[in-house]
């Protein structure tokens, strides 16, 4: 990752993570709410593989537990998981499929709807499971619909990288 | 033989194989900002109100303010929009209603404005004592809403005003409509606020017409209960809620007397309750705050 692709990656990650806590967190559907933060950093992630995807995770919750005033490094530690997770799932086996943003969406708008969960839960905060099951379908739904012009923006600004530069454990034989 | 006899130079031995050597630097990386993470978590959940990180913290998001309220500018338009069509579809069926409300609010305003001076005349014969009262004894510090609840773990807004204009911890926190919540988190230039409908919230109150005392807490699908109300008190549906105020001067409550809260619209009971169930509509409408106020006493010795 080139240090301007980084530049920009922080700069919408910055916006995302803003309009995020200004905007979209007032927008409840059927007690979803949709996260563009999260959607963001699945595109990056995607397209700047794992470590890029960490490190994106890890600057997109610190803002948003800035701005918040909540509990630094909630939102970090959920999304610098979530950022790696997808970025390996990016190098490997994800490129090139026109799925993959669709299907990482989802997958990780489930996984950090409980890794919040999990994580308040362990510190002995209110965890209550029955509203996050209610809020998730309407949740994946709209970061659903958000996915395709998000990526389509992040994939225009983010150009994808060679297959050569991709770091794979992935190694054909024969 | 030759061959095996000369001193062949060996390439330097790598200490990993390249592809390996990502992968350790991947996990490496990963490591690193997860314990980093953890550190931030550890240490802001043993002091979430003091310390170095939450200065810093707060300076950050002070730093963060003009970018959220640029956010919230560029926003609004749009929100405006969906509103006014909203309320437009809906305007039919509340004008009969608003005009049925006036004309009753009226005939109430004159009962009461003779009851105001009543009360006035009978206070200064009996040289009563009352602590501040809302909201003449309060200073309101506007303010906009800069971030809104993301979700079930949090009924908290985040408000453009903090220590620098007067907003310390437990502050009140109303909008035109009634009460909304109080201060749990003070930055410089911005303020965190538990909403009503926080799980955790618990507002002393009572029924302005019965005076039946009780807590008002989160309910469920966006309504509050007033709980801890004894069975053989009275409470009507339709009765109007407010603060309860300080009752012992030795244990001030944090919210002053007479913020309304909402208005009773059920009222149920058990054999197995030891409580009433009173179901209340908040009268504040905390999914769409645009703006709030916060109640400085405007003597600061004064408690509430």
């Keep these: ?174 | 033989m030759a061959v095996l006899g000369s001193s062949l130079q060996r390439s330097k031995p790598q200490p990993y194989p390249s592809r390996a050597r990502s992968a350790l630097v991947r996990r490496l990386v990963l490591a690193v900002l997860v314990v980093v993470a953890l550190g931030l978590l550890t240490i802001s959940f043993r002091s979430p109100t003091s310390g170095i990180l939450h200065d810093a913290q707060s300076y950050g998001s002070a730093a963060l303010r003009p970018f959220q309220v640029a956010a919230v500018r560029v926003a609004r338009p749009f929100r405006d929009a969906y509103t006014y069509v909203d309320s437009l579809a809906r305007a039919k069926s509340q004008n009969a209603k608003l005009r049925k409300m006036v004309q009753d609010y009226r005939s109430q305003a004159l009962l009461n404005a003779s009851a105001v001076q009543q009360n006035n005349d009978f206070k200064r014969l009996l040289r009563f004592e009352a602590g501040p009262q809302y909201p003449k004894d309060f200073r309101a510090v506007n303010a906009s809403v800069l971030s809104f609840p993301s979700g079930a773990f949090t009924q908290q807004i985040v408000i453009d005003a903090g220590a620098t204009s007067g907003v310390h911890l437990n502050t009140p926190v109303v909008s035109a409509d009634g009460l909304v919540g109080k201060v749990t988190q003070v930055g410089r230039s911005t303020s965190v606020v538990m909403l009503l409908s926080d799980p955790d919230s618990a507002v002393p109150a009572r029924d302005l017409k019965t005076h039946v005392s009780g807590l008002i807490r989160h309910g469920q699908g966006g309504t509050l209960i007033l709980d801890r109300v004894s069975k053989d008190q009275v409470v009507s549906k339709g009765d109007w809620i407010i603060t309860r105020g300080t009752v012992d001067r030795r244990y001030p409550d944090e919210y002053p007397y007479g913020i309304p809260i909402g208005r009773v619209v059920a009222v149920g009971t058990s054999d197995i309750a030891s409580f009433l169930t009173v179901q209340v509509q908040p009268l504040a409408d905390v999914s769409s705050l645009d703006a709030v106020a916060a109640l400085v006493p405007k003597h600061p010795r004064a408690k509430p």
């Design chain 1, 1 to 174: 990752m080139t240090f301007a692709d980084g530049l920009k990656a922080a700069a919408l990650l910055f916006v995302a993570a803003i309009a995020q806590v200004s905007i979209f967190s007032q927008l409840h559907v059927f007690g979803g709410v949709p996260q563009l933060v999260l959607v963001t950093l699945v595109a990056v992630s995607l397209l700047r593989g794992a470590v890029a995807g960490a490190v994106a995770g890890f600057f997109a919750g610190l803002v948003v537990d800035t701005a918040t005033l909540g509990m630094l490094g909630l939102t970090s530690l959920v999304l610098t998981v979530s950022g790696y997770w997808i970025g390996r799932y990016g190098e490997t086996t994800g490129r090139d499929r026109g799925h993959a943003p669709f299907l990482s969406v989802a997958a990780v708008t489930f996984l950090y709807a409980f890794g919040v969960l999990l994580v308040e839960f362990m510190l002995g905060e209110r965890a209550p499971a029955g509203p996050v099951m209610r809020a998730l379908f309407p949740t994946i739904v709209m970061n659903l619909v958000l996915t395709a012009p998000v990526y389509a923006l992040v994939r225009f600004l983010l150009r994808p990288r060679e297959r050569a530069d991709y770091a794979t454990e992935v190694q054909l034989l024969g």
